[in-house]
């Protein structure tokens, strides 16, 4: 399998720890989605990664190849086992993809690294400033679910944790996660940090922006 | 099983469309989500429609509700017949649940509608401008699809007619689709309008805002 990611893309980090967590060796391809290569718009209709490709199917669209991964490797499940179990992973996994993208990903990882990289507008102050506020209260989220379960969808690793730690590892990256405030929210992302899943992502690098100084550090 | 749902909300209309399509019947309980009232958080953490009650198994978010409803209502399945074909119908449910919905439905439904039901600021009409170009693209994306399909995923009509036609049909509301101009996706919309799923968002009516006039015109 290929994956066509932009390295610091959460939705395809998402894609990067699942993959790795079901056992799934998968060839990375480097893209700058914004860039609209001709090439790559032949891969990715609407030019945005990840974009999954198994054998010569084309999988874009991070929720979509997720099931796709579910449906066709079934060997280690990371959905749930029943309809009721998958529904609550897919619940959460909404959560951290629409919901906290729209109140922190898009104020923080968009304003403050993809303008740089980009190198189009300066960062929105006002955005960066509320995005900063609006963390706490996904921070007390994830500390309330990891109180009542073992991780955030219930017993066992699930695409939901993949989700969450997808978005909080770009945001990490810039240093804007207050995790001191939040110790059952930084238990669990210690947690995942430490999986070998999660290894390569601690590797990558933008550059001309350096991550924070903990953020390859397993004791953050 | 109950929807609790807003009436113009798109998502909550995706839903309405696919119950009706695969002949499950389904009560309605409004509910105005951006009121936060307890007894509503305490079906949607998110406090989001719509949320999908199946006799006490609460599913929020849109997404994971119609994978549930796939998984258990197997009678007319919507998504595709193959892993393939599933993942087809998701990328364009991705199409129009995330890039549609950042730019067009965010720029006009949520600056025109939105906010004059929630009485909170005028519509930003740099937003609103944005919106309209935008719209374009899409309508031509919609009229390429049909062209080589039955429906936008395939032969057969799947949940990304359903999700592609509930954010045009709030939008059409507004009176913004530039139907005239886009013929091809005109011939699709108008094959969704006039099927009996189709007509009980045709009722739908926000107190203070009057649809557009052929809003409800099976001939527009």
């Known amino acids: 399998m290929l994956l066509h990611h932009y390295p610091l893309d959460p939705f395809s980090r998402k894609l990067r720890i699942g993959l790795a967590e079901k056992g799934i060796a998968c060839e990375l ?3 700058l989605p914004w860039e609209r290569e001709d090439a790559f718009l032949e891969v990715s209709p609407a030019a945005e990664t990840p974009v999954l490709d198994d ?5 874009p669209d991070s929720m979509a190849a997720l099931e796709y991964l579910e449906e066709t490797q079934t060997a280690r499940p990371l959905l749930g086992r029943s ?3 998958r529904a609550e992973t897919r619940r959460l996994i909404g959560w951290f993809d629409v919901k906290f993208v729209r109140e922190v990903t898009d104020l923080l990882w968009r304003e403050k690294l993809l303008k740089r990289v980009k190198r189009t507008t300066v960062p929105n102050s006002e955005a960066v400033r509320a995005g900063l506020v609006n963390i706490h209260a996904h921070l007390d989220y994830i500390s309330y679910l990891f109180e009542r379960r073992n991780w955030l969808a219930g017993d066992a ?3 939901a944790d993949c989700a969450a730690a997808a978005q909080l590892s770009v945001i990490d990256y810039l240093g ?3 995790w001191d405030k939040h110790p059952g929210a930084k238990e669990w992302y210690a947690r995942i940090k430490s999986r070998p899943s999660f290894r390569p992502l601690l590797r990558d690098r933008v550059v001309g922006l350096k991550p924070a100084d903990h953020y390859d550090d397993l004791d953050f």
Do not use: Y
């Not at 054998?55 to 999988?59: A, D, H, I, P, T």
């Open 55 to 59: 054998r010569g199917v084309l999988v």
């Open 176 to 178: 804007d996660v207050p």
């Open 157 to 159: 690793l699930t695409w």
């Open 29 to 31: 391809v480097d893209v």
């Open 83 to 85: 309809p009721v179990e």
